[in-house]
């Protein structure tokens, strides 16, 4: 997909994680049903487990809601048992993924290299990628927050993606799932930095990416969040799973 030159919506990215059997499309479905008629402020999308992938995208087909991938395979095709590629998540309905998610980068060792491959098949598929970068706690204490992101995010940004539409998600780890979001202050500082790498990497594209921020965002916080210089939209994970809170924060952009 390539990228679009009117000013960009903010993005509200739901992402399910691995939870929701066939009894969760009805909140996608209320999701849809939500944003009905609605011209939305905000582009909505929910990234389910891909056993739903088809399923969800067929549920909420016609309506606002896009659906995307929660990661994918550096390949199109091949001996990767268990993996999914970016051309089988764009087949089963999904216009966008997340690649390089910190619970991937944890739990299956995932390399920043490894998820510029992603990135970059990604595109190759035309999807649309978002692509998560973000420190630990020990990080941030050691006062190394903003250069181990810049690193990581250097590192995770095919240059091939230039003149493409994708996100950039920034992920404090010690925020995901523990409901200590990061203060508004941590983050326009972070969003700052991200949009300065962007810009010399990416020159006059780097302006408009948009960089989503993740980590315990609520209806009680979203306002607050998305109103914050640099913030382009949230990148959601327990607050998705409930029709009502997401569209809460679909209402707060
Ligand atoms: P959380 O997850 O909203 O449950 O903190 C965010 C994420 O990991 O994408």
Redesign the pocket.
């Known amino acids: 997909m390539t990228l679009s030159s009117t000013t960009p919506r903010p993005l509200i ?1 739901g ?1 399910w ?1 691995m939870n929701g059997l066939s009894a969760a499309l009805d909140e996608a479905r209320a999701v849809a049903a939500g944003l009905d008629g609605r011209p939305a402020g905000a582009r909505v999308a929910i990234f389910p487990p891909a056993t739903l992938l088809h399923r969800l995208a067929q549920a909420v087909e016609g309506s606002f809601v896009l659906t995307g991938g929660q990661d994918c395979h550096g390949e199109a095709s091949g001996a990767h048992t268990g993996d999914t590629s970016a051309e089988m998540i764009a087949d089963a309905g999904g216009t966008l993924v ?1 690649v390089g ?3 991937r980068r944890t739990d299956h060792g995932e390399t920043c290299q490894m998820v510029a491959g992603k990135a970059q098949a990604a595109i190759a598929a035309g999807l649309e990628p978002i692509i ?1 970068v973000g420190e630990s706690l020990a990080q941030r204490e050691a006062g190394e927050a903003v250069s181990f992101v810049i690193n990581q995010l250097h590192n995770s940004l095919p240059l091939s993606l230039k003149g493409q539409a994708f996100n950039i ?1 920034y ?1 404090p780890l010690w ?5 200590h979001v990061a203060s508004v202050d941590n983050i326009v500082e972070m969003h700052a930095a991200i949009r300065a790498e962007l810009i010399s990497l990416f020159g006059e594209q780097g302006e408009t990416i948009q960089i989503l921020y ?5 209806p009680e916080n979203a306002r607050e969040i998305l109103a914050a210089p640099n913030v382009g939209g949230a ?6 799973l409930k029709a009502k809170d997401f569209l809460a924060i679909v209402e707060a952009a």
């Open positions: 990215a992402n994680k997340i998610h910190s619970e998560c998600a992920e925020a995901i799932g523990t409901g993740g980590g315990s965002v609520k990148l959601v994970g327990g607050a998705s």
